[in-house]
């Protein structure tokens, strides 16, 4: 009798461990092959998500937010609906009263710049890894490379955030460029120094010519122009003399300027101006916010 008991035990087990997962605990990825429209590329995604986490959101304006990812053509099934798009996943951590309760992974599906599909960690329903996550190789890390902080940033802020990978194209793209007009820069001055060698005997027999008192040094100047408000404003930044220089006409007005590879912050007295040399992006901070955007110039026009 205790034998049949526990192969009945057994029997049971077994059959209880095949019972399928319902869809609403685990939605699943629509691996069908046949034609899908995905939509309109979102190319305005973090202002789509901001506005709809400020509808959606009991305390938006306290919660945190962390871009998982970039969008990306996703299909889903979920609930016995069909869900394509482009897929973006946050995770965001809100209040509760006083206390925040602990990062949440968020998934959105955007079809034609509009959130049809929201689904979150909820204790019900549980967002796979791989829902938020394509494996790239390139995103890898040693343990001992991870960055001590990560950025937090609000909701009312999402709009202004950039994200980058270590093969982002449009920031290669704009490497390349600066990499070719510091190229340009150099060779150009080569050209002027070999001219200068060239004329130097004629230069020196100009026995009445006036010499200045101070030489302009233009090496390794960066020529930036940034429009602000409609008003097209120049400066000129030097990375191995550490300056930063506003030119208006025939005036200049020195900057104190502190920079890294995706950053250049000058101050004066109560302005400051801050540029990411990775987008262009720039703002004027005084008594108000300026929004803009910069350009490299290649040395001057005339």
Request: glycine content about 2%; proline content about 3%.
């Amino acid at each position: 009798m205790k034998i049949y008991s526990f192969f009945l035990f057994l029997i049971l087990l077994s059959s209880c461990s095949k019972i399928p997962v319902p869809s609403t605990i685990a939605p699943s990825e629509n691996t069908n092959v046949q034609p899908v429209s995905f939509g309109e590329e979102p190319t305005n995604y973090q202002n789509i998500l901001k506005n709809y986490l400020i509808m959606n959101l009991k305390n938006y304006k306290t919660a945190k937010v962390e871009f998982s990812n970039l969008p990306s053509k996703f299909s889903i099934d979920h609930l016995g609906n069909n869900y394509s798009g482009y897929r973006v996943c946050l995770s965001i951590n809100e209040t509760r009263g006083e206390y925040y309760t602990g990062y949440k992974n968020h998934f959105f599906m955007i079809y034609n710049n509009k959130v049809n599909l929201h689904l979150y960690d909820s204790g019900l329903l549980t967002i796979p890894f791989s829902y938020c996550v394509s494996r790239n190789i390139n995103n890898e890390y040693f343990i001992d490379d991870i960055p001590e902080q990560i950025e937090e940033i609000s909701v009312d802020s999402m709009d202004s955030i950039e994200l980058t990978q270590k093969e982002n194209t449009n920031f290669q793209k704009l490497k390349n460029k600066f990499d070719k007009l510091r190229q340009e820069n150099i060779e150009l001055k080569k050209l002027n120094k070999d001219n200068s060698k060239t004329n130097e005997k004629n230069v020196n027999d100009l026995a009445k010519m006036d010499v200045p008192s101070e030489a302009y040094d233009d090496r390794d100047n960066i020529y930036i122009s940034c429009i602000f408000d409609k008003i097209s404003t120049t400066y000129i930044f030097n990375a191995s003399e550490e300056s930063f220089k506003l030119i208006n006409k025939l005036d200049v007005v020195t900057y104190e300027v502190s920079f890294n590879d995706a950053y250049i912050v000058a101050t004066n007295e109560a302005l400051e101006l801050t540029i990411n040399r990775v987008t262009g992006k720039a703002a004027l901070q005084g008594s108000i916010i300026n929004k803009g955007m910069c350009n490299l110039a290649d040395k001057t026009k005339f």
